[in-house]
């Protein structure tokens, strides 16, 4: 099981680094009835409008313009909070895009679409 190792590094969003997603488990159901069925079709919906979201351009040039304002202002505003914690938005968004959750999200849907 891989765990969350700590780093040393001033700001606190930098000090731990959180392993890829990588737990698996499976469920046997049996008479479900159409109860599961909507909540399967929901889980399959909602991975693939989260796929959509992740691949999405919008959201990579909303990245490329947070890195580029912090580049920027970083010598004026190294210190401030507010830009502090644009700080840790842009490294919050950088470990979304390393846990490589697209792979995840697309088992999981094709797991619940053999049903």
């Known amino acids: 099981m891989l765990m969350a190792e700590l780093l040393p590094g001033p700001e606190p969003w930098n000090r ?4 890829k ?22 889980v399959i919906k909602e991975c693939h409008l989260l796929t959509l979201s992740l691949k999405s351009q919008t959201l990579d040039a909303e990245v490329d313009v947070l ?7 970083h010598n004026r505003m190294g210190h ?16 979304l895009k390393n846990m490589n959750l697209e792979d995840s999200i697309q088992d999981l849907s094709e797991l619940f679409s053999s049903k």
Do not use: M
């Open 21 to 42: 997603a990588g737990s698996r488990s499976a469920v046997t159901v049996k008479n479900g009835g159409a109860a599961l069925d909507l909540c399967i079709a929901a």
């Open 67 to 73: 890195c580029a304002v912090l580049y920027s202002n």
């Open 80 to 95: 401030h909070k507010p830009h502090l914690a644009l700080k840790q938005v842009e490294q919050c968004l950088k470990r």
């Open 16 to 19: 731990v680094r959180i392993p």
